[in-house]
Every structure is written in C-alpha cells, then in structure tokens.
C-alpha cells in the first residue's frame, strides 16, 4: 500500500493567533522578539495543549525602563477583551512587608478585620474578563524584584502548582492564567550602555545589534544573580525588551497621537475637530517626553501637560468648535506649543456620520509636510 506523506508547517499561525499578533504590533513598537514569544504562547493555548496543573504560561519580561513591558500586557488585554485595564495587576512594590500580604490574599478567619479585608486575588477577581471564546486570564506582577518574602512564597506556589490558597482556605486556580512578571533589573546598567544612542544625537556607543546583546546579556545576568535559581526553574520564558531608537519612539509619539485624537473624536461635548502637529511640534514633544534613562515613560504626561490641558482649555472656553482644523506649533524660542485655527468651523462633520477610524487612516495617508492628522472631506 502506497503511503502519502505530506510536509506540514508549525510555523503558520492560525487566524486567531495572527490577528492577536497584528493587534500587538499596531500598539507596541520595536519589540517584535517579546510579540512573537507571546504569539507563540498564544497559539498553544488556542490549540488547547497547554500543560495541565501550570499557568498556561510564566513570562518574565527584562528590559529599560519605558521600553513597553507593561505596555504589552496591556496590549494583549486591549487585544484580546478590548480593554487595557483586563489584568490583574499586583504591583508587587506595594506589598513589600509581609503583614500586608493580607491585602492580597486576605487573613485567616478569626483574625481581627478578618471581615473586612476583601483579598485582590480572588478567582472571580482573576477570570472576570474572560469570554466564552477566551477563557484566558492575564495576571500581572509588576516590578517582582520588590516582592516580600513572604509574596515570593506566594508566588512560587503560583508559578510552580498554579495554585494560591487564600485567607479563608479558599484556592484560587491559575491553570488557565497567564502570568506576566516585570521587572527593570539592570537598567541602571543599561541606561548607561544606551546612554548617547537613542538616535537623537547621532550613533551611541554600540551599533544596534551590539546594544541588544549586550542588554540581553545584562538583563539576564541581573536576573540571575537577583532571583533563586528556585524562581528561574519555573519561569518558561526570558523575554529581554530593547532599548528603543529614535525611529521607534516616532512611532510611540504617532500612537499616542492618534489616541488623544481618538478621545476628541468620543468626546462628549459635541465639538469633536482635528488637530495636527507641525514638525518642530512634534520634535519638542519627543524631547520632552522621552529620554535616553526612561524610554517612553514620560511621554504620556508629556502629551497630557502640552496638549490634552491646553486643548481642553480652549474647548473649554469655546475657542475651539465643531469641525475646526488645529495645528499644533511651536514659535521659535519658545517653550510650549502655540496653537492655530486653520479655518473656522471648515470641516463640518454631521457627528452621526463621523467615523474617526476612518478619518484616521485617511489623513495619515494624505500625509503633508510634518502633518500628522488632517481630516479631508473628500476622502469620506
Ligand atoms: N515599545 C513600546 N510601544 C508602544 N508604546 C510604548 C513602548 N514603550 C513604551 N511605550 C509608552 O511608554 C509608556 C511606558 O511604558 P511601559 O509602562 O510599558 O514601560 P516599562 O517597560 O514597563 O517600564 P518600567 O520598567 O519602568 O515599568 C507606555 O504606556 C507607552 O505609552
Ligand atoms: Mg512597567
């Protein structure tokens, strides 16, 4: 009898599993390695052979500061349930003494306040974002290196059995739990290797593959020396982010200009308009917002404090309407942004047609000089 062989391909993904991995990378720049690894970790959940009595996965994400490890488990909420904030979040910093690990988990009965102390890790706290589709948790603690000893107990018994027993006795499965642990260990050290690169003032010390290896290597080498071999055995994957260049930060600031365009366009207050950034506008928001020691840490607070406060002031003051186009300068020697109306009221949208998505994609596409949104009624 004839046999038929036929090669197959373990490395194509399914629909599912790429749709998750584009959501990824439309909202996290640069760290394609640490997107693929939680594709990957993905796609066997979906298959549905996840190891049985462990967490689906135990993921420790190494890296600089304000690279986008949090960002990521907040990309994968986004993704996955539609909402950044559908995690548990433990950040472990606050639970640096043992006696507020109750808070965590709650006291035993019979202790005083036994009543009144609601632990944060609950089942129902766990899996109250899951869907009947994905039946999947994201459970993330931050900044591990902080934990008490008495969380690391914890959290070995979590990473090793995928189990927590409460306070009260109650258990708490983590079997169908992704665990995320974040730490920046090590990034004093690789502030300095990155320091004089970042792209801003021309080539650093290292070329970029040179900067990787050598923060893969120091993250991994803190790791080492900070956390029990213990810890390490039970972690599945090392995801060491980069540092991030200039053309990436780019990318952040376009991202997160899109989102304050996106809230103007949901607000409320029925003066939804388009706003657009020259280029010395946009290069003083990535000077004030992002630096070589924090990433992108800062540039959220950046935007809010140089465009979201002043926006709102002049929404608020009836300076800005319905349909006005905005362009965002900076004047010469000046320190804050000067804003412009282009021309009144010039792109009157009946709200009930607006679609800002795709407004969105026509204007970044129209692209002009230094322009970063301009709505064109045309395009509609
Ligand atoms: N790679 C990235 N892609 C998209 N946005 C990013 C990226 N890195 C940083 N950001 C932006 O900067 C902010 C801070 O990043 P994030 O909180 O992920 O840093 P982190 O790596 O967790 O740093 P830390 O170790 O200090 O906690 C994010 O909310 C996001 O706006
Ligand atoms: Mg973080």
């Known amino acids: 009898m004839a046999t038929?062989?036929?090669?197959?391909?373990?490395?194509?993904?399914?629909?599912?599993?790429?749709?998750?991995?584009?959501?990824?990378?439309?909202?996290?720049?640069?760290?394609?390695?640490?997107?693929?690894?939680?594709?990957?970790?993905?796609?066997?959940?979906?298959?549905?052979?996840?190891?049985?009595?462990?967490?689906?996965?135990?993921?420790?994400?190494?890296?600089?500061?304000?690279?986008?490890?949090?960002?990521?488990?907040?990309?994968?909420a986004e993704v996955l349930f539609g909402d950044a904030r559908a995690v548990l979040k433990v950040d472990c910093a606050e639970f640096q003494h043992s006696h507020e690990i109750s808070k965590l988990v709650g006291s035993p009965p019979g202790y005083l306040g036994h009543r009144e102390t609601h632990p944060l890790i609950t089942q129902e706290a766990i899996d109250q974002y899951q869907t009947e589709t994905t039946q999947l948790s994201l459970v993330l603690f931050d900044e591990v290196e902080k934990a008490s000893d008495a969380l690391w107990q914890l959290l070995l018994g979590i990473l090793d059995k995928a189990t927590l027993t409460l306070g009260d006795n109650r258990r708490v499965d983590f079997s169908r739990s992704m665990l995320f642990l974040t730490s920046n260990l090590g990034s004093q050290e690789m502030a300095s290797l990155v320091e004089g690169t970042l792209g801003f003032v021309g080539a650093g010390k290292f070329d970029d593959a040179e900067l990787d290896h050598k923060i893969y290597k120091t993250a991994s080498e803190a790791a080492r020396r900070k956390f029990s071999p213990e810890f390490m055995n039970r972690i599945d994957r090392v995801i060491v982010f980069r540092s991030l260049q200039r053309l990436h930060l780019e990318a952040i600031l376009d991202i997160e200009l899109e989102r304050i365009q996106e809230r103007i366009m949901k607000s409320t207050a029925g003066k939804q308009f388009v706003f657009q950034l020259t280029s010395s506008a946009r290069d003083f928001l990535l000077l004030e917002g992002i630096d070589p020691k924090y990433g992108a840490r800062h540039l959220k607070r950046a935007l809010e404090r140089h465009l979201v406060f002043p926006i709102s002031n002049l929404v608020a003051t009836d300076q800005i309407h319905l349909g006005d186009l905005i362009t965002v300068d900076i004047e010469p020697g000046t320190t804050r942004p000067t804003f412009f109306k282009e021309e009144s009221g010039a792109l009157v949208i009946p709200a009930a047609q607006f679609n800002p998505a795709k407004a969105l994609t026509a204007a970044s596409s129209a692209g002009g000089p230094g322009s970063f949104l301009t709505y064109h009624p045309s395009a509609e």
């Open 4 to 76: 038929m062989r036929l090669m197959l391909d373990p490395a194509k993904r399914s629909p599912e599993v790429q749709q998750f991995e584009d959501g990824l990378r439309r909202r996290v720049v640069g760290q394609d390695r640490a997107i693929r690894q939680l594709s990957r970790v993905y796609q066997v959940f979906r298959a549905g052979i996840s190891a049985p009595g462990r967490p689906l996965a135990n993921l420790l994400l190494l890296g600089p500061t304000g690279s986008g490890k949090t960002r990521l488990v907040e990309a994968a």
